[in-house]
T-cell receptor, first 115, second 117 residues
Framework: NAGVTQTPKFQVLKTGQSMTLQCAQDMNHEYMSWYRQDPGMGLRLIHYSVGAGITDQGEVPNGYNVSRSTTEDFPLRLLSAAPSQTSVYFC??????????????FGEGSWLTVV | AQSVTQPDIHITVSEGASLELRCNYSYGATPYLFWYVQSPGQGLQLLLKYFSGDTLVQGIKGFEAEFKRSQSSFNLRKPSVHWSDAAEYFCAVVLMNYGGSQGNLIFGKGTKLSVKP
């Protein structure tokens, strides 16, 4: 049981490049989400999904796109990377919306640097 | 506005001393409450959670937290700190039935714990 798997773990991008952070879970979880972590800011919600085909914005969605074509995968796309997107990104999943008291599982994080 | 506040950015305690990390929230109703720990360069580990019932919650690694509704607080405690407890600690809440962030996990900004020998 792999849990929540994020790839890549480390990435350096040039300003303006695009890339996709991959997130996959093998627990048949309906709810998945992406956070970014910046020093002194805690973790902030970027986008989330309550099931395949359904996505919504979190607190800091600008500059990021997501899609949820399957239950297992929830990729995060940076269309035109900016230095302000240098951060650590965490993917999380749970059986259903966390508001129902489900355990939330986190990936190990992806360190992204935009130069 | 709804918020999760961790008033202490950085705390230093001596090994063997007791620890209390503060967390306050401001929402209309009692949310689900969590404490996570993050060691440098690592991911997040759940220490404990509160959904309902007994307001004193026991977690892993000897940590406990007490929910106080009257103070909107969920402070984390440990009676005797070990050097391996040095890490960053995050309080988090799940809002329920509350606008655009319904059911999502919202984090405080974290408290960094240093342990001196």
């Amino acid at each position: 049981n792999a849990g929540v798997t994020q790839t890549p773990k480390f990435q350096v991008l040039k300003t303006g490049q695009s890339m996709t952070l991959q997130c996959a879970q093998d627990m048949n979880h309906e709810y998945m989400s992406w956070y970014r972590q910046d020093p002194g800011m805690g973790l902030r919600l970027i986008h989330y999904s309550v099931g395949a085909g359904i996505t919504d914005q979190g607190e800091v969605p600008n500059g990021y796109n997501v899609s949820r074509s399957t239950t297992e995968d929830f990729p995060l796309r940076l269309l035109s990377a900016a230095p302000s997107q240098t951060s650590v990104y965490f993917c999380a999943s749970s059986y259903s919306t966390p508001g129902f008291g489900n355990t939330i599982y986190f990936g190990e994080g992806s360190w992204l640097t935009v130069v | 506005a709804q918020s999760v506040t961790q008033p202490d950015i950085h705390i230093t305690v001596s090994e063997g001393a007791s620890l209390e990390l503060r967390c306050n929230y401001s929402y209309g109703a009692t949310p689900y409450l969590f404490w996570y720990v993050q060691s440098p360069g690592q991911g997040l580990q759940l220490l404990l959670k509160y959904f309902s019932g007994d307001t004193l919650v026991q977690g892993i690694k000897g940590f406990e937290a007490e929910f106080k509704r009257s103070q909107s607080s969920f402070n984390l405690r440990k009676p005797s700190v070990h050097w391996s407890d040095a890490a960053e600690y995050f309080c988090a809440v799940v809002l329920m039935n509350y606008g655009g962030s319904q059911g999502n996990l919202i984090f405080g900004k974290g408290t960094k714990l240093s342990v001196k020998p």
